[in-house]
């Protein structure tokens, strides 16, 4: 059977904070007796969101995506769309703060399996639809970090600006831009030439993002099993090695990006999902063109909770996280996939 969407009201301590996180509360707001609607899709002809390249964004996009950051954490914190909630949705999801319906003490993980492309997706789909709806623009769409490409293989200047609200004080204060990114990082900084760098980066692409479904979107994770039985080949490299990169070394668990709870504290987690999600988005429109996903039912009825922008709380399947036309977002062209001659 799917795993299914947690019960709000039974949200508890997140039992995998690391030992030397400070006191976290990871359940998002929940007013007893809430009930979720189902997700609809929005209308077909609504807006497309194009999703920018983070280092293309043009001043005027920055200016846009700014505000509605700064307004997000202007919200009350028990609005359910606040950035104070919008971290702690991914915070709960991971570290083990609620239990599967059914199994008491076996705990909700969406990572290390096969939920973490359609959690991500839907997550980024609503907090993106909060900050536009916060702007009153609904053709907002958030950037994406495009480390597979050359021209993205540094931290997103726009993220670097101390003065704007899109910054993080907990960051690897030595990776920043125009600092090289190496997606294969493991905690110590690689001395290879910048070229042979860029070349490795692109080989890594080419093997993880062409792997099989299975080996590409994590093992199979049903109702009443132990949560983490296998990453994906995306979701280890590069997503957790870029995790790791952007992080404090100085704080105890890589705070912000470089651990679960605090990840989605750091604004730019979004862009660093936006170019996740867009691998599984290539993979279905152009890497293998047709459906490559699961076709089992316990994959396609697995079930989450969000708040809309609405502050609604509304049950999302994976089914419904399929096809990013229907969710109406895309990427923008930033021309043929550098890494696709890179076969290693
Ligand atoms: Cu849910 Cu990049 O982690």
Redesign the pocket.
């Known amino acids: 059977a799917p795993i299914q969407a947690p019960d709000l009201g039974d949200c508890h301590q997140a039992v995998d904070l690391p030992d030397t996180a400070p006191e976290t509360n990871c359940c998002p707001t929940y007013r007893a007796g809430t009930v979720a609607v189902d997700f609809t899709p929005p209308p077909a002809s609504s807006p497309l969101r194009v999703r920018p390249a983070a280092h293309l964004a043009d001043r005027a996009y920055v200016a846009k995506y700014e505000r509605a950051v700064s307004l997000m954490k202007q919200l009350p914190a028990d609005d359910p769309r606040s950035f104070a909630q919008q971290w702690r949705v991914?915070c709960a999801y991971?570290d083990g703060a609620y239990d599967q319906v059914g199994f008491p003490g076996l705990e909700i993980q969406?990572?290390n399996c096969w939920l973490?492309f359609p959690w991500?997706r839907m997550y980024l789909y609503f907090h993106e639809r909060i900050l536009g709806k916060l702007i009153g623009d609904e053709t907002f769409a958030l950037p994406f970090w495009n480390w597979d490409a050359p021209g993205g293989m540094s931290f997103p200047a726009i993220y670097a600006n101390r003065s704007s609200p899109l910054y993080d004080p907990l960051r690897n204060p030595a990776h920043q831009p125009p600092f090289p990114l190496d997606l294969d990082y493991s905690g110590t900084d690689t001395t290879i030439p910048r070229d042979q760098l860029i070349d490795q980066n692109l080989k890594i692409m080419y093997r993880q993002a062409t792997r099989k479904t299975e080996l590409f979107m994590g093992q199979p994770y049903r109702a009443g099993d132990q949560p983490e039985p296998g990453p994906g080949s995306i979701e280890s490299v590069p997503?957790n090695t870029v995790?790791q990169w952007t992080g404090d070394p100085r704080q105890p668990n890589g705070e912000d990006m470089g651990t679960?709870y605090s990840?989605?504290r750091d604004p730019v987690?979004f862009a660093?999902?936006g170019n996740?999600d867009r691998m599984w988005y290539i993979r279905r429109g152009l890497l293998f063109p047709g459906n490559t996903d699961f076709a089992d039912p316990d994959w396609l009825n697995a079930s989450f909770l969000f708040y809309d922008e609405d502050a609604r709380l509304v049950r999302v399947r994976v089914r419904d996280s399929l096809d990013a036309a229907a969710l109406r977002f895309t990427y923008q062209d930033v021309g043929p996939l550098p890494w696709l001659n890179s076969k290693p």
């Open positions: 991914h991971c969406i990572h973490f991500h997503h995790h679960f990840a989605a987690f660093h999902h996740i």
